[in-house]
């Protein structure tokens, strides 16, 4: 009798931590998804003025809760170069058609676009790579949401 007692105990015991760590799991799902993006950039090296990087992009961006976001924000970007970070920054934010509604209503989609405000000072190290990686790290209602974007093409101007 002990011994069925003990294996009862051992069964109840295994399904509460069964269960406390897929709530948990489900509780850690992001409100938002990433349904598309594209992203552009370049390096203007035109002569008279010292080299610039430029990014441009948009990403349609979808509310995954019952709930309206007040506002999303695109927080920071940071640009990788051969695994090394080469630029950290506070990118513009604006909705697709250029203004300034940053919220989201529940269950709906809508395309944000993001980039660099004027430009940043040349790093030398994007000479010798055409292809760069990017993480966006948005916010929304106080959560916060990282995007990996792996070999996006760096364009020249000359």
Avoid: Q
Avoid at 42 to 64: H, Q, R, V
């Amino acid at each position: 009798m002990l011994k069925f007692i003990n294996h009862i105990f051992i069964i109840s015991f295994m399904v509460v931590l069964i269960s406390c760590s897929s709530s948990k799991d489900e509780s850690e799902k992001p409100g938002i998804e990433v349904k598309s993006y594209s992203v552009d950039c370049w390096l203007n090296l035109m002569p008279g003025a010292p080299g610039k990087f430029f990014m441009n992009g948009e990403m349609k961006i979808k509310n995954l809760t019952e709930d309206d976001i007040n506002k999303i924000e695109f927080n920071r970007v940071t640009v990788y170069s051969n695994k090394e970070v080469v630029y950290t920054f506070t990118p513009f934010t604006e909705t697709e058609n250029g203004g300034y509604n940053l919220s989201l209503k529940s269950a709906s989609e809508k395309s944000f676009r993001f980039g660099t405000k004027r430009g940043l000072k040349m790093d030398e190290r994007l000479i010798s790579n055409d292809k760069i990686d990017m993480s966006v790290e948005m916010m929304y209602d106080g959560k916060k949401f990282v995007y990996d974007i792996k070999d996006i093409k760096v364009e020249r101007a000359y």
